[in-house]
């Protein structure tokens, strides 16, 4: 199985429910380092699995669409608590999303990481 990875970051501000979280149920911010992997078990005719600068671009474009907001304003997350893994999660199907789109034949599946510090983060797997 072949995989490229390429990275992003976003910073995000957002607050939880819950008292398992603490002092995290007031506003406060987060800045995550994103590791996005895709997968496939066979390079294309070029010998690549996908374009490395074509990845970063749409990896680029979903982070895009939270840098710099208040996750606790945006209708999509209403009522969820927009933890590491949730978010983990909405980024690797947001970017499944574009990579459909964009019709690549031979990717097979995709991991986002989502990087709270150099101790700790989260990831989410899926198919494509």
């Known amino acids: ?3 490229v990875t390429v990275r992003d970051h ?3 501000a957002h607050s939880f429910r819950g008292e398992v979280f603490g002092p995290a149920q ?3 911010g987060a800045t995550y ?3 996005a992997t895709f997968r496939g078990p066979e390079l294309n005719e070029d010998g690549i699995l996908l374009d490395i600068g074509l990845a970063s671009q749409e990896l680029s474009a979903v982070t895009a669409e939270l840098n710099y907001r208040n996750l606790d304003d945006e209708p999509a997350f209403a009522g969820k608590n927009t933890s590491t893994e949730f978010l983990a999660k909405v980024i690797a199907d947001r970017l499944a999303d574009r990579i ?3 019709g ?3 990717l097979t599946g995709i991991t986002v ?5 150099h101790v700790a983060w989260a990831s989410y797997e899926r198919s494509l």
């Open 1 to 3: 199985m072949f995989s």
């Open 10 to 12: 976003v910073m995000i």
């Open 26 to 28: 007031r506003l406060h």
């Open 33 to 35: 380092v994103v590791d």
């Open 100 to 102: 459909a789109r964009l």
């Open 104 to 106: 690549l034949a031979g």
């Open 113 to 117: 990481t989502l990087h709270e510090s």
